[in-house]
């Protein structure tokens, strides 16, 4: 092994390596190359569309001839990691990466260790950690991943909630929490991009992630296989220390300084090592802010509010002229209507609790609505006033009938409620 001083490079020599410990880091080491392939060259355009074409028919072929799967194994986004799709390739990466292994351990019988090969696979996965952890951190410094709770989700009973949702509605409803979240994220995964910090940075993001896998498995939010293989990331990037670690939290002895060789020898190679490492860094920086910033003014908590925002309960709704009850089963006469953030549509809550969705856009010089229900071709243009007090009355012909409604802005606790540093009971709802 080389070792740096201030003026000189000496050499020392290591112990060889066990054939336990050859044989784990060939399996272990192939794993994870297969695992996060085909970063970084993904960047290049074509290389993620054909490689994602290969890996689809590789797990159709095994799902339907080997695990005997019924149908087509479908590929598409969905927003869940954990599909049939990828627990199939998991099988298949860990059968190639045992099978590798085991061919490498054959023809690779003299290698008295793999140093070199530790080093370089350390950096690899120091990189892809810390850009996929820096992406997932600026999506909630950034508040997108979360969005504050629609009033959909605020006019759900709790017990109607998904455990996911219930999440969902948890994290999104605390910009701080999501601050203070997102940055263990992004200043550990920053951390990895540097050897000297990468021990500490690993430790913070072992805990965060922790927090991640627990929630993704207590909640049944379905990307538990990918965070799961982040977490063993962060483990593997501590193995370098163990022995120093548990020196000094365990045994009481002393724990020996960590050792860091030069990259490369060239005094060249180190200089253009630089350039790419901060080139890198500030893509990752940059392209994180910059979407970030685009997401949370397109639907995030950034996004510009419609002129007619706002939860209203309809307090009397007239039909061709009668006056409809507000009767439980009734799926004509509305209870809600909900102009959200995004704007370009609303929901419309039936008192049966079904629910519409239409097109609706407000020009508020005419004071007129015009709105349709998705996939109709008929637009109803309709009219409205508004008052201070949070009244809303629209009137006009709605799917060719005349309808006279009254609505009234509805409030929220969990919204109006706010935060309050001097509470002389807890306020528990």
């Known amino acids: 092994m080389i070792m740096e001083n201030t003026e000189t490079l000496t050499f020392v020599q290591e112990p060889d390596w066990s054939w336990i410990k050859k044989w784990l ?138 455990p996911m949702g219930l999440a969902w509605t948890f994290m999104g409803y605390s910009p701080l929490f999501n601050l203070f979240t997102g940055l263990g994220e992004v200043i550990g995964g920053f951390l990895l991009f540097f050897r000297r910090t990468t021990t500490i940075g690993a430790f913070l993001l072992i805990s965060v992630l922790a927090t991640v896998v627990m929630m993704n498995f207590s909640y049944d939010i379905p990307v538990k296989l990918y965070s799961t293989h982040l977490l063993l990331m962060s483990v593997f990037l501590l193995t370098p220390d163990f022995k120093r670690l548990y020196h000094f939290f365990i045994s009481n002895k002393q724990a020996e300084p960590a050792v860091y060789t030069p990259h490369f020898t060239d005094r060249r190679w180190n200089m253009a090592r630089w350039v790419v490492k901060i080139l890198f860094i500030a893509y990752v920086l940059i392209s994180n802010v910059n979407s970030g910033l685009q997401r949370s003014k397109q639907y995030g908590d950034l996004a510009s509010r419609p002129p007619l925002y706002g939860a209203y309960l309809v307090t009397n709704f007239v039909l061709n002229g009668d006056t409809l009850p507000p009767l439980m089963t009734d799926d004509r006469r509305w209870k809600h209507l909900l102009v959200d953030r995004r704007e370009g549509f609303a929901f419309i809550q039936f008192m049966s609790g079904k629910y519409g969705r239409y097109n609706f856009a407000t020009d508020t010089s005419a004071r007129t609505i015009s709105m349709n229900f998705q996939n109709s071709a008929i637009t109803n243009n309709l009219t409205y006033t508004t008052r201070d007090t949070g009244y809303l009355h629209i009137q006009g012909i709605l799917e060719k009938d005349t309808v006279d409604i009254d609505l009234k802005k509805k409030g929220f606790l969990l919204v109006d409620r706010g935060f309050h540093w001097i509470n002389e009971r807890p306020y528990n709802r």
């Open 25 to 162: 880091f060939r399996f272990i080491g192939t794993y994870l190359v297969l695992f996060i392939f085909p970063f970084p060259i993904s960047y290049i355009p074509g290389v993620d569309t054909a490689y994602e074409s290969l890996l689809n028919k590789l797990v159709n072929w095994v799902g339907h001839n080997v695990l005997h799967i019924q149908g087509d194994i479908a590929s598409a986004m969905t927003g869940s990691g954990d599909r049939t799709y990828d627990y199939v390739l998991m099988l298949i990466l860990f059968v190639l990466a045992l099978l590798i292994s085991m061919v490498w351990t054959v023809l690779d019988r003299r290698s008295a260790h793999y140093r070199k090969h530790y080093h370089w696979l350390m950096v690899y996965v120091r990189y892809y950690l810390g850009m996929i952890l820096i992406s997932y951190g600026f999506a909630k410094v950034i508040k997108t991943q979360f969005p504050y709770p629609g009033f959909v989700q605020l006019l759900k009973p709790l017990g109607d909630a998904s």
